[in-house]
């Protein structure tokens, strides 16, 4: 099978794949119309987020058999057009669950004790002890929306804090011994920290609103380690201003371009984006949640093996 590799990964990925006797062909450069031009002669392809697969592309791919994302989610291909297909869509949440499991855990810490503001502080020459006095995460209750392999991995961390977990899915349940599964309703009344770990969906996409920030019961902390489109951030500066949100910690953005790769193309960033850069209580990462040495090579693992067990014989 020749496999067409259109973003640059681990080389584990193309040694495991050559040793399984797939053929590897890499075009980093091309643009999609080109891609489309000859996708045609590819069995697969492998992709992070250069572009999207949209129905242009896939019906140009008349031989496809695979799409592998090397990443945890699918939003950047058609998947419901790909599963007409028969295309099988390939994704490797178990690569990089870890990384981001404690990536919010660090977030959330660094929030809770005030680490940035205090860091820049010091090194300003301020000693500022009291405005910098921290809180415990000990005795909070801890709310996940989005309980799969990210929300779990989270979880799993949240372990030695002595804090209540609790997790709400739109699939029955997926509670587990370090979370407990809640109505969304419940995880409202509840909530300390609300994390969340959803793919960008219908339901998901401008889900962090007004109104639903005021569902809550009692104002609470925030982290995204998810999709930036999920939140509305000018709701966010809003409800950070009012004291309804205490502080947020966000790894993604609702002005990301979809090969997340980008934020700062334009000189005309929203203003509701620049009153966030100047909150102290918001900590803020490029999208790099799941992106850890060790996620890089655990990704293509997961993905290799994923396309060997499934067509290593066809």
């Not at 599963?83 to 499991?101: D, F, M, S, T, Y």
């Not at 007004?210 to 809550?216: C, E, K, Q």
């Not at 093996?305 to 499934?310: A, G, H, R, T, Y």
Request: with cysteine; hydrophobic share 40%.
């Amino acid at each position: 099978m020749k496999i067409l590799h259109l973003d640059s990964n681990h080389p584990l990925l193309l040694k495991m794949l050559k040793e399984a006797g797939f053929s590897n062909e890499e075009n980093y450069k091309a643009s999609k119309s080109e891609i489309e031009t000859i996708i045609s002669e590819y069995d697969g392809i492998v992709i992070r987020s250069r572009f999207n697969i949209d129905k242009q592309f896939l019906d140009a791919a008349k031989n496809l058999k695979f799409i592998a994302r090397v990443g945890a989610g699918l939003e950047s291909i058609d998947a419901e057009y790909a599963e007409k297909l028969h295309i099988k869509l390939i994704a490797a949440p178990e690569g990089n669950r870890n990384a981001v499991g404690e990536h919010t855990l660090g977030m959330l810490l660094s929030l809770f004790n005030n680490l940035n503001k205090a860091d820049r502080e010091v090194k300003n020459g301020l000693w500022n002890r009291e405005a910098n006095r921290g809180i415990e995460l000990d005795g909070k209750t801890v709310g996940i929306i989005g309980y799969g392999n990210m929300g779990k991995a989270f979880a799993k961390k949240l372990r030695g804090f002595d804090c209540e977990v609790i997790c709400f899915d739109i699939k029955e349940n997926v509670g587990d011994e370090n979370a407990t599964q809640v109505s969304l309703k419940e995880l409202q009344q509840k909530a300390d920290v609300l994390s969340l770990h959803t793919p960008w969906t219908p339901l998901t996409d401008k889900m962090v609103n007004t109104g639903f920030i005021n569902s809550f019961s009692k104002p609470f902390w925030l982290i995204n380690t998810a999709r930036g489109k999920s939140v509305v951030t000018a709701h966010l500066v809003s409800a950070i201003q009012s004291g309804k949100i205490l502080g947020a910690g966000l790894d993604v953005l609702e002005f990301e371009k979809l090969s997340f790769e980008t934020l700062f193309d334009s000189d005309n960033l929203p203003n509701s984006l620049k009153e966030l850069f100047a909150m102290d209580n918001v900590i803020l990462s490029p999208h790099v949640a799941g992106w850890t040495v060790e996620s890089k090579e655990k990704l293509v693992k997961v993905i290799a093996e994923k396309i060997i067990q499934n067509f290593k014989n066809q």
